[in-house]
């Protein structure tokens, strides 16, 4: 129904002199989805501190719903299209009343941005003449300035004006690329994914990381892991994850550290792992859903012991979220339904009776003095599965 979408930007403005900078990323990620997505044809200008997206072709509702979710996004809204003139505008205005199911609409607003000040009419005039032609068209409507059941936007930019009724979320933030590169490392639970999704409006690039049990564990995670990494790859310009056969690892060192210590020390070698990986290939942070205090192994004490003897910058975006603020994330995003899925842990399997919360610094430093795995770790690096994900979600393995 819309050849035309207009993307509302986040935080670029405050870019000042950076902005051409941001702006160009973000275009580019436009421009990828759009060829992701096979829609040829399509221009995508800037005015006003806005993207105009055209297309020879009405966008469908995939490759709207792809463009919403481009971090650096804060809204966007299908339009139609017209000449700058008064007498387009209520025409245009009845043409989108009728994209519109209009059976539980009663009341109306008509709300106009006049951007080009060299139109005669003022965002005043306009709105009172436009939504007079509504209510005589449409005696059923009413007109409502707060609350209303439907809004309709009247945007007079430099070439052209824009009538939109729908105002789409999008994640906001930064354009994925412009914040450096980080590791992130996934599990199968509900609070990894959402860190994903808040670092990538940071304007994180991210290569995904997972710790794969074999063979104390089946498929069921790893196929998780898959399915929450169709979704989160959605939200980057290309990514990939790195699958590592950590259960034999897991099995050895749960045999030589104290059982209170498993946890932890399963945790501190995952980051050295993470931290070789990211030399490799030039990140700059590891990433965690740790939330504070949410699990044992997530308590100040065993957090401060863990960075300590971590060579890298560890970053916890949910480090204050509660778990119900997590969860809301979560489904908003799409991942909670997969995150819940029941399936084997191979940290619940070796977990501690009594796990510590309070580790001694002097054990934490004699374990690692005294048990060097960077041979062992670089191995199960260079032995990892390695696939891609393209911007529809899609997989392709790298052999």
Avoid at 70 to 84: C, F, M, Q, T, V
Avoid at 182 to 194: H, K, Q, W
Avoid at 308 to 320: A, K
Avoid at 330 to 343: C, E, L, Q
Wanted: aromatic share 10%; hydrophobic share 40%.
């Amino acid at each position: 129904m819309y050849n035309t979408i207009i993307v509302n930007i986040d935080e670029l403005w405050l870019k000042g002199k950076n902005r051409p900078f941001y702006f160009k990323s973000l275009k580019n990620h436009i421009k990828a989805v759009l060829k992701a997505f096979g829609k040829i044809g399509t221009t995508v200008a800037v005015e006003n501190h806005r993207f105009i997206l055209n297309s020879d072709s009405a966008f469908n509702e995939e490759e709207i719903k792809a463009v919403g979710m481009i971090p650096g996004i804060n809204a966007i809204l299908p339009s139609i299209r017209i000449e700058k003139k008064f007498e387009n505008i209520f025409p245009a205005v009845v043409e989108e009343i009728g994209n519109i199911d209009m059976s539980k609409i009663e009341t109306f607003r008509i709300f106009t941005k006049r951007a080009d000040k060299l139109f005669l009419m003022n965002s005043m005039y306009v709105s009172k003449e436009i939504g007079a032609c509504v209510i005589e068209k449409f005696p059923k409507l009413k007109a409502k300035m707060v609350g209303a059941d439907l809004r309709i936007e009247i945007r007079i930019l430099k070439e052209f004006i824009y009538i939109s009724s729908r105002k789409i979320p999008a994640p906001g933030g930064l354009p994925v690329g412009t914040n450096g590169h980080i590791v992130t490392m996934l599990s199968g639970g509900i609070d990894s994914p959402v860190a994903s999704y808040l670092m990538s409006k940071r304007g994180c690039t991210q290569t995904f990381m997972f710790f794969y049990a074999y063979p104390m564990v089946g498929d069921e995670v790893r196929n998780k892991i898959e399915r929450l990494v169709s979704i989160l790859g959605r939200y980057q310009n290309g990514s990939r994850l790195v699958i590592i056969k950590f259960g034999e690892f897991q099995k050895k060192l749960s045999k030589i550290c104290r059982e209170e210590y498993r946890t932890v020390f399963f945790r501190k070698y995952m980051m050295d792992c993470g931290a070789i990986l990211a030399k490799k290939i030039g990140a700059q942070a590891l990433m965690t859903g740790d939330s504070l205090g949410q699990v044992s192994s997530q308590t100040l004490g065993n957090i401060a012991e863990i960075d300590h003897f971590t060579d890298l910058t560890i970053l916890r975006p949910l480090v204050g979220y509660n778990k119900i603020e997590i969860i809301q994330i979560a489904k908003n995003i799409g991942t909670f339904d997969i995150s819940i899925i029941p399936y084997d842990d191979a940290c619940s399997m070796l977990a501690p009776r009594h796990p510590v919360l309070k580790p001694e610094r002097s054990y934490f430093e004699e374990f690692v003095e005294n048990n060097d795995f960077s041979v062992e770790l670089t191995s199960l690096i260079e032995e990892a599965e390695v696939i891609d994900i393209d911007l529809r979600g899609n997989f392709s393995k790298i052999e």
